[in-house]
């Protein structure tokens, strides 16, 4: 049983079609999302419309609330009025959006396998690799292995009470490489092996569109983009 799980694609098409195309190669037996599709990205409509048409399983991150136009969770009002701005720059259909509000929270496998967006209480929030034992204890006696996305970092840690967490990493808009990242699961028997794949994709292209489209959704993309 191989389970590919792909997380954070944040509107980078030529980062998705990259990864779809090595997921051919990998041949999984289920491929799950773990949200934030569009947010950011110039073309987010054609990432949202990519999944739904895959019929992935998916749960919702942070970004697939905000690109509705809801901040939720964002306190700065200068901030809210620059994620409203950039939800209409996005202008993703009501179709899209109500599907985007109405994912689930969690996704639950075979064998003890969970995957949520931040923690299986709120897409919101999830902590980094480096982050103190305490800030894990919501993924304490969920599953055996929790995975996750949302810090765009991918890593493993094993828990005190044995949970193993695996995030992702990011497809769309990676914080520690170069590359995509998303995240193999194989399980034969009782054995089970988890890694990370990472895939080459066009950056210049998706600056190029970006700085193309221009306005506050290409100044939130650059920023985190041409930062990595």
């Known amino acids: 049983m191989r389970i590919a799980i792909l997380s954070d694609i944040h509107g980078n098409l030529p980062a998705l079609e990259a990864v779809t195309t ?10 799950w999302c773990g949200g934030d599709l569009g947010w950011a990205g110039p073309w987010a409509s054609e990432c949202i419309d990519r999944v739904r048409a895959a019929g992935w399983p998916t749960v919702k991150g942070n ?25 209409a720059q996005h202008d993703v259909s009501e179709d899209d959006a109500s599907w985007l509000i109405n994912l689930p929270l969690a996704h639950a496998g075979t064998g003890s396998i969970l995957l949520v967006h931040g923690t299986p209480e709120s897409p919101f929030v999830g902590p980094g690799p ?7 204890r919501a993924y304490e006696a969920q599953a055996s292995i929790v995975v996750y996305g949302h810090v765009h970092r991918a890593f493993t840690r094993r828990l005190a009470d044995g949970t193993i967490v695996c995030n992702t990493g990011s497809v769309g808009l990676p914080m520690d490489q170069e590359t995509a990242s998303y995240l193999l699961i194989d399980r034969v028997g009782s054995d089970v092996t988890l890694y990370h794949r990472r895939v080459s994709f066009d950056r210049k292209r998706v600056l190029e569109e970006a700085h193309r489209i221009g306005g506050p959704l290409a100044a939130k993309l650059v920023g985190m983009l041409g930062a990595a």
């Open 130 to 136: 480096d982050d103190l034992a305490s800030e894990f």
């Open 63 to 87: 970004t697939d609330v905000w690109i509705t136009g809801d901040p939720q969770t964002v306190e700065s009002e200068e901030e809210r009025k620059e994620y409203r701005s950039i939800a």
């Open 22 to 31: 090595d997921l051919e190669a990998q041949d999984p037996d289920e491929v």
